[in-house]
């Protein structure tokens, strides 16, 4: 898909009057391919557990196609700069900077990282076995190499670039629940997760996915685990 489809499919569904908005517990799959889109259940993660990442903001321009392009002074195009920050084992097989100087923060997220690995294993056995097996840079040996966490990171439209293949992206959301909108937008089938505090969603990120806009004032933590 081009730059350019990808800006038409962003303007096209980033609007919450084509977009069809799901708010309850529910599987989704491909009606051709029978390929798993999402799994979403509510309310399953603790908010002490959620607590944990609170203070682990960052501000980074890293985050490549996630964070969308944004035009630089002397005409050239560099990613926006975001709260995102990147917890666990790069792609280059080493620590994200955050992790090697803030490791007793990172650990104190075992726990939920614990318990959102927990969740994926009995909605997506399958998934969840296949990703067991080819993780080879497990992060607090668990099936899992990296961890986002997102403050109020609206990410634009893209696929996850390295993420293994069979494997499924795991977020939970935490925060202060005031937040209207921010869904999680599949555009390729015209649908909107509404994840909100304690929720978790499994999805395929080899599909295009971004965020919804976003209204008012607000604290929105995610947390997205994926294995490399």
Excluded at 126 to 139: E, G, P, S, T, V
Excluded at 154 to 183: I, P, Q, S
Excluded at 201 to 222: D, K, M, T
Aim: proline share 4%.
């Amino acid at each position: 898909m081009t730059t350019s489809s990808v800006e038409k499919m962003r303007k096209q569904y980033l609007s919450a009057t084509t977009t069809h908005v799901v708010r309850t517990d529910c599987k989704i799959f491909d009606k051709e391919t029978n390929d798993l889109v999402c799994i979403f259940r509510k309310n399953v993660i603790p908010t002490h557990l959620l607590q944990l990442v609170e203070k682990t903001k960052h501000r980074s321009n890293n985050r490549g196609d996630a964070a969308g392009p944004e035009r630089h002074s002397n005409g050239h195009y560099r990613c926006r700069e975001v709260h995102s920050n990147p917890v666990g084992i790069m792609a280059s097989g080493k620590l994200s900077y955050w992790t090697r100087h803030n490791s007793e923060k990172a650990i104190k997220m075992r726990p939920l990282l614990q318990s959102m690995m927990a969740i994926y294993k009995k909605e997506a056995p399958h998934q969840y076995a296949i990703q067991n097996k080819l993780c080879k840079m497990k992060y607090m040996d668990l099936p899992l190499s990296s961890v986002a966490i997102n403050h109020n990171f609206r990410c634009a439209v893209h696929k996850d670039k390295h993420n293994l293949d069979g494997t499924l992206g795991v977020m939970a959301v935490g925060g202060d629940n005031k937040v209207k909108g921010f869904e999680l937008i599949f555009p390729e089938y015209n649908l909107a997760i509404d994840v909100r505090k304690s929720d978790v969603i499994i999805f395929n990120p080899h599909l295009y996915h971004c965020n919804g806009p976003a209204s008012g004032e607000f604290q929105r933590i995610s947390v997205v685990v994926y294995a490399r």
